[in-house]
């Protein structure tokens, strides 16, 4: 039976104020700081939403991670923080000023100091001049009110920040941070303030947008001179439509930090998103997936429409991973889609795409792949090609590649047999997996002889031996088990792997594998006996 720890003083102070709705509103001026956090929890939980729209206007730190509150959105919660917002938002277009004459400057300061002390989100002290009644000019002293929230985080987020009464993870505002931070600033005018950034992940699919974002998005929409939707991730699955197009419209595309495209995009509709991605200039992530070339589609028409996209990523410079999946307009033209990349790549994705032997040789020459920290070649069918190119690319990256994946490439023995001295100088390497290829165990024992010494070295997925296959191609499982104890053996001489997993082919009655660590896993169909 656990035992469920008791209610902190700080929780019970909030559950006392919001057993009286009216009362709790009036406080909100007068509520420590270190209250906010658990009584907005309290009043979320319980569904208070007029002591929600007013904590809202009156929140004392600098975001707002209601994302965070919320397994998945929640209309009615959003509605009651967009109509706090929009609240707020009107007291800053329309700040109520104490004006206060100054015909003896020390006299009004004076006067203000009060007035300062009891608002603690005011930072700035400004000196006009106003013209009064009949024409005189007198000197006046105002206080601008600086809110403090400055974004509403509509994501799933990590819930520290309600963790933590202070914010920290998000801004240092103790009670004394502020009073240490609470400067006069004499000057004839207010400093600009920031857009309002509403923060929102999004996955966009080809059917119409669900309640709540299409709630979301009019409301920005008729704001958008006063605040900036912004998205670190976006991802799209299905053809792009015009309500697609519409939602790219809205954003502050330069938040975009991430991006997925997922779908069986015509290269025609590709070229014309291209000019959305252009003005992502912080995208870091940039991953396009199943783009397929129409038998009709010529090699001019092909290399116009990599031009519309590929000329996008000049603005880039904060682009360091590209991931490519099943993009079937990429052979033939690897050299035109990464010569536009002008920044070291950490990241260098192509999986499950033909390559010519140009693209192939390519690689090697690609100067902006020497930094590499994780190089994907998945599902590239290398049996005819020479892997001379992949030896150079892995000696130049042999100090920073962290993670190589060569699964079901169709490499040979004699392949990685050439492959081996690079990989052995691979001092970085943590995760390796070459699962998928058809390799005799002689070839994995001269592999993980030459590899055993690599001291970071701590996932490595292989396939099993081919001995472990009868003639007919059934897996025999005693030889198997067998034969990766062996194979094991070799690395335990050396060190002590986290993860090392050998694997056959699919059972051809039920799909699954056999997979060997630390002895046999099988499947359950009659053919596994």
Known sequence: ???????????????????????????????????????????????????????????????????????????????????????????????????????????????????????????????????????????????????????????????????????????????????????????????????????????LRKRPLDEFLTHLFLWVRQRRDRLHLCCNRLKIFGKPTRHTRKVLRLLQLDSVQKVEVHCAWAPSTLAACAPFLGQMRNLRKLLVSQVYVPAYTSQEEQEQLLAQLTSQFLGMDCLRKFCANAVFLLEGHLEQVLRHLKTPLETLSITNCPLSDSDWNYLSRYPNARQLRHLELRGIKLTDFSLEPLQILLDSTATTLNSLDLEACGITDSQLQALLPALSRCSQLVIMSIHGNRLSMSTLRDLLLHTARLSQLSIELYPAPLESYDARGTIHPGRCSQLCAELTAIVRDFRQPNILVFSTVPCRRCGSKFMYNQGLIHCSCPTAA
């Open 1 to 203: 039976m656990s035992i469920q720890s008791p209610p902190t003083l700080l929780e019970l102070a909030g559950r006392s104020l919001l057993s009286n709705k009216s009362r709790a509103v009036l406080d909100l001026e007068d509520l420590p700081i270190e209250l906010f956090p658990p009584l907005f929890v309290e009043a979320f939980s319980r569904g208070h939403t007029e002591v929600l729209k007013k904590m809202v206007q009156a929140w004392p730190f600098t975001r707002l991670p209601l994302g965070a509150l919320m397994r998945k959105p929640q209309l009615e919660m959003i509605q009651v923080a967009l109509d706090g917002l929009d609240m707020l938002l009107a007291q800053q277009d329309h700040p109520r000023l104490p004006m206060l004459p100054a015909r003896r400057g020390g006299e009004a300061l004076a006067m203000l100091i009060p007035i300062w002390e009891r608002l603690p989100d005011v930072e700035v002290l400004v000196a006009a001049v106003v013209t009064h009644e009949g024409g005189s000019n007198c000197p006046c002293l105002s206080l601008y009110k600086r809110w403090k929230l400055q974004v509403l985080d509509l994501r799933d987020v990590p819930q520290n920040f309600w963790r933590m009464w202070s914010g920290a993870v998000f801004d240092a505002c103790s009670p004394e941070d502020i009073k240490k931070n609470r400067t006069l600033k004499l000057g004839p005018a207010m400093a600009a303030k920031p857009p309002f950034k509403v923060f929102i992940d999004l996955s």
